[in-house]
């Protein structure tokens, strides 16, 4: 499959603003994902985009697409501690929209 | 509520062993997916599904196979266990028809050790 790519680790403060960044190689991605991972537990699915937007926000998060540089990039506003886990982008592929994952970011959120 | 269940969570077998890993979800969605969660390689694709019948190789499927014999379940068979296939394993499953983004729902894994 395609390379997905993200950086393995992110720490920051608590209140601050983390960004995660995901570099993806396929143009004919139909829809990028985010899912979340928490200690011991499935991915739970946090946020999407379709292709041909540029941005969506959902209350703390904000997701950034560049098609052109194909940069995907997952902001979180005053994180949490509860927001500490693992970050998974994924891109939707035809047929049938199969999955190609990154390897993941684990988010640090430090008092 | 409609979910997707796994078992066993946890296996420990040895190698050489058949084991089967349980997928089922009661959402009756068409598409289901098995992955292995690996540190460095994020979740790869080992076998994929889009309705009875009709099973498709992933990116890792040697020494796997699976089986659609209804809607609601996708098992996961190691025909003879290699301690390379210690892993975790995640089954998940979607449907276009009845969702626009075709998201994939995740059950809660199962880690597998091959001794």
């Known amino acids: 499959g395609e390379d997905v790519e993200q950086s393995l680790f992110l720490s920051v403060r608590e209140g601050d603003s983390s960004v995660i960044n995901c570099t993806y190689t396929?143009?004919?991605?139909?829809?990028l994902y985010w899912y979340k991972q928490e200690p011991g537990a499935g991915l739970q699915l946090l946020t999407y985009?379709?292709?041909?937007?540029d941005m969506k926000q959902d209350q703390r998060l904000t997701v950034l697409l560049n098609k052109k540089d194909k940069h995907l990039s997952l902001r979180i506003a005053d994180t949490q501690t509860g927001d500490s886990a693992i970050y998974f982008c994924?891109?939707?592929?035809?047929?049938?929209?199969?999955?190609?994952f990154g390897t993941g970011t684990q988010l640090k959120v430090e008092l | 509520d409609a979910e997707i269940t796994q078992s066993p969570r946890h296996k420990i077998t040895e190698t050489g062993r058949q084991v089967t890993l349980a997928c089922h979800q009661t959402?009756?969605?068409?598409?289901m997916f098995w992955y292995r969660q690996d540190l460095g390689h994020g979740l790869r694709l080992i076998h994929y599904?889009?309705?009875?019948?009709?099973?498709n190789k992933g990116e890792v499927s040697d020494g796997y196979s699976v089986s659609r014999s209804n809607t609601e379940d996708l098992p996961l068979t190691l025909e003879s266990a290699a301690s390379s296939q210690t892993s975790v394993y995640f089954c998940?499953?979607?449907?276009?028809?009845?969702?626009?983004?075709?998201?994939?729902?995740f059950g809660p894994g199962t880690r597998l050790t091959v001794l």
């Open positions: 998940a499953s979607s449907d276009p028809d009845r969702l626009a983004t075709d998201t994939q729902y």
């Open positions: 396929d143009s004919s991605s139909t829809y």
């Open positions: 985009i379709f292709s041909n937007m």
């Open positions: 994924a891109e939707g592929l035809p047929p049938g929209n199969k999955l190609t």
């Open positions: 959402w009756n969605h068409n598409n």
């Open positions: 599904s889009y309705g009875v019948h009709d099973t």
